[in-house]
């Protein structure tokens, strides 16, 4: 069973920067793509960047110039590195990993919090 451990999350001022890593207990090579997502309360999870298995990232507009997704395949670790925080990027984020099954993984979310 593929587990996802989450770390890097805390209270920063707006501006700030945070890195979150997620930490694969298997090579991410078994997975097509790893991901992002976030959800704040009483709203959708929404996708925020995404690094497929050859390497090609994609971002959510909203993120684009100021989050960068990245990975360490020795680690077994992708990062996502967010600079530029502003309030309503506060929201739990989550790792995810997707292969060919249909169900992916979950890491168990992470709070970033942006508030003065």
């Known amino acids: 069973q593929v587990q996802l451990v989450e770390s890097g999350g805390g209270l920063v001022q707006p501006g700030g920067s945070l890195r979150l890593s997620c930490a694969a207990s298997t090579s991410i090579f078994s997975f097509n793509y790893m991901g992002w997502h976030r959800q704040a309360p009483g709203k959708q999870r929404e996708l925020v960047a995404v690094?497929?298995?050859?390497?090609?990232?994609n971002y959510t507009d909203s993120v684009k110039g100021r989050f960068t997704i990245s990975r360490d395949i020795g680690k077994n670790t992708v990062y996502l590195q967010m600079i530029g925080l502003k309030p309503e990027d506060t929201a739990v984020y989550y790792c995810?990993?997707?292969?060919?099954?249909?169900?992916?993984?979950w890491g168990q979310g992470t709070q970033v919090t942006v508030s003065s």
């Open positions: 995810y990993a997707k292969g060919w099954a249909p169900d992916g993984y």
């Open positions: 690094v497929s298995r050859g390497g090609t990232t």
